[in-house]
């Protein structure tokens, strides 16, 4: 189970960052206070939101991502294996 911590999130823009993706954060009314803006490899996340909710909505929109995994090293690796392991235990 992640931690709702600074540390946490940064951890997890870092695994974004290595697989290209861009994290934005700007003032926004969505449901799930984060989106993938379609083709465009951004995350926008709801600046307004607590920090475990955005730990929260990067972690989900990251279980939906097709992340290659030759781009990240090993402390990312088992980072992306343990978001998706917990998906199983759901």
Request: glycine share 2%; proline share 0%.
């Amino acid at each position: 189970m992640l931690t709702n911590t600074n540390h946490t999130l940064e951890k997890l823009e870092n695994l974004l960052k290595a697989a290209e993706y861009k994290v934005r954060y700007e003032k926004g009314n969505f449901k799930t206070n984060a989106c993938l803006l379609q083709n465009s490899r951004m995350i926008v996340v709801n600046k307004f939101s607590n920090l475990e909710s955005k730990i929260q909505a990067v972690t989900e929109l990251i279980r939906q991502l097709e992340i290659d995994v030759k781009r990240l090293d090993d402390k990312q690796l088992g980072l992306l294996n343990q978001i998706k392991q917990t998906e199983l235990e759901l």
